[in-house]
């Protein structure tokens, strides 16, 4: 048997992995580490937290998914720092699980071409249909690793909220405020393609913020 441990059930990779479980009997998808029961593999998809030792041992291999050229951007949402920072590829890294986070040996890498009109959707099932196909690979013998990382690491902060705050100039507001998000969407034009803007309140802001 082999798991694919998700801790969180709205990730998007989900469809991606459910997809995987039923062209491979083997794999199963689980939301929760007391559902690690043992077996070959145990995939990491989206984890935020610590595997401890005892659940790893149930397994031949625990490996994890991360979408970066590791060493390089370690950490938390390494595919989107990339790309705010003008990047066109993602890789995709199949890594062992190590008591320090991201540091464990290679077993594969895919890069995977993002089109600048491609949104978050868009990319992140690219990078899920490359995890999946590293993970199908693990599991039929086909990876070229275990191999260690070589080079100096970097290093990705995780995102806050504050990381998605746009500053536009009141010409800008008044437009999209007074759009109608139905019929006649604000937009914009990104290598000939259209994209519709909408906007809804999240929460007042007070002084101290």
């Known amino acids: 048997m082999n798991h694919i441990y998700m801790s969180d059930d709205q990730h998007p990779a989900l469809l991606t992995m459910l997809v995987l479980t039923h062209e491979c009997p083997s794999c199963r998808v689980v939301f929760d580490l007391e559902h690690c029961t043992g077996g070959d593999f145990l995939f990491l998809v989206g984890c935020t937290q610590i595997v ?3 659940v790893m041992s149930r397994y031949k291999h625990t490996l994890v998914l991360h ?4 060493p390089k951007q370690r950490g938390w949402s390494p595919w989107i ?3 705010r920072a003008g990047e066109e590829e993602i890789c995709v890294s199949l890594l062992e699980a190590a008591p320090k986070v991201d540091t ?3 077993w594969q890498k895919a890069w995977v071409s993002i089109n600048r009109t491609d949104i978050f959707q868009d990319i992140a099932d690219k990078i899920a249909i490359w995890s999946a196909e590293l993970m199908r690979m693990a599991i039929n013998g086909e990876c070229d690793g275990p191999t260690p990382q070589e080079g100096e690491p970097t290093y990705c902060e995780r995102l806050t909220e504050d990381s998605n705050k746009l500053t536009l100039s009141d010409d800008q507001w008044n437009v999209l ?3 109608d998000p139905i019929r006649f969407p604000a937009w914009v034009e990104i290598d000939g393609k259209k994209f519709g803007l909408d906007v809804y309140p999240i929460e ?3 002084d101290e913020d």
């Open 52 to 54: 401890k030792a005892d």
């Open 67 to 70: 979408a970066s050229d590791l």
């Open 81 to 83: 720092h990339s790309l």
């Open 104 to 106: 464990g040996d290679v």
């Open 177 to 179: 405020r007074t759009s």
């Open 204 to 206: 007042e802001l007070t």
